[in-house]
T-cell receptor
Framework: SQQGEEDPQALSIQEGENATMNCSYK?????LQWYRQNSGRGLVHLILIRSNEREKHSGRLRVTLDTSKKSSSLLITASRAADTASYFCASAWTDKLIFGTGTRLQVFP | EAGVTQFPSHSVIEKGQTVTLRCDPISGHDNLYWYRRVMGKEIKFLLHFVKESKQDESGMPNNRFLAERTGGTYSTLKVQPAELEDSGVYFCASSHKIGTGAKNIQYFGAGTRLSVL
């Protein structure tokens, strides 16, 4: 299977804490993307990091990419209850996205 | 601007029946994708249209699935006959720009939850 993996599968934290999710992928990539899915909703694009980039920031999000280890991490700082959702990494070599297994994040007020 | 819309949001059918899912991409987007998430597993790619042409259909599971995009606008995904293992959430996405190495942000619909009994 070409699908990636994410860990942890589930993460529960208190508001204000940081949340870190890790993703491993199997194929060569041009970019890696992170998406969020709220219950019953579609996937929302969060951030894209190119294969020649090592770190990228967007608001409270920080993404790192290590192509030698075929891994990426997503850090959400100062989490909020509204961050409760499932988070997916998706690697892209061609135009199709190859998704990881996802991390379910629960942020308690 | 309207986002990607999918219809129906939920479909319950019996094994052996036919179901047609519809996706309306964001206006002006040439690229349209279908994905599905079966039994809580990974989200898997099904196929990719560029306008009305199938660019990549490597993810289509078998010949019970037929996708069309007449006129390069909306797309339909028909499952005939449906089997129990087809149950899951079917997502549609669209994007504007194509090409390796270029940004390819895909905008997803809310999905159609298909339950085959």
């Amino acid at each position: 299977s070409q699908q990636g993996e994410e860990d942890p599968q589930a993460l529960s934290i208190q508001e204000g804490e940081n949340a870190t999710m890790n993703c491993s992928y199997k194929t060569s990539i041009n970019n890696l993307q992170w998406y969020r899915q709220n219950s019953g909703r579609g996937l929302v694009h969060l951030i894209l990091i190119r294969s020649n980039e090592r770190e990228k920031h967007s608001g409270r999000l920080r993404v790192t990419l290590d192509t030698s280890k075929k891994s990426s991490s997503l850090l959400i700082t100062a989490s909020r209850a509204a961050d409760t959702a499932s988070y997916f990494c998706a690697s892209a070599w061609t135009d199709k996205l190859i998704f990881g297994t996802g991390t379910r994040l629960q942020v308690f007020p | 601007e309207a986002g990607v819309t999918q219809f129906p949001s939920h479909s319950v059918i019996e094994k052996g029946q036919t179901v047609t899912l519809r996706c309306d991409p964001i206006s002006g987007h040439d690229n349209l994708y279908w994905y599905r998430r079966v039994m809580g597993k990974e989200i898997k790619f099904l196929l990719h249209f560029v306008k009305e042409s199938k660019q990549d259909e490597s993810g289509m599971p078998n010949n019970r699935f037929l996708a069309e995009r007449t006129g390069g606008t909306y797309s339909t995904l028909k499952v005939q006959p449906a089997e129990l293992e087809d149950s899951g959430v079917y997502f549609c996405a669209s994007s504007h720009k194509i090409g390796t190495g270029a940004k390819n942000i895909q905008y997803f619909g809310a999905g159609t939850r298909l339950s085959v009994l």
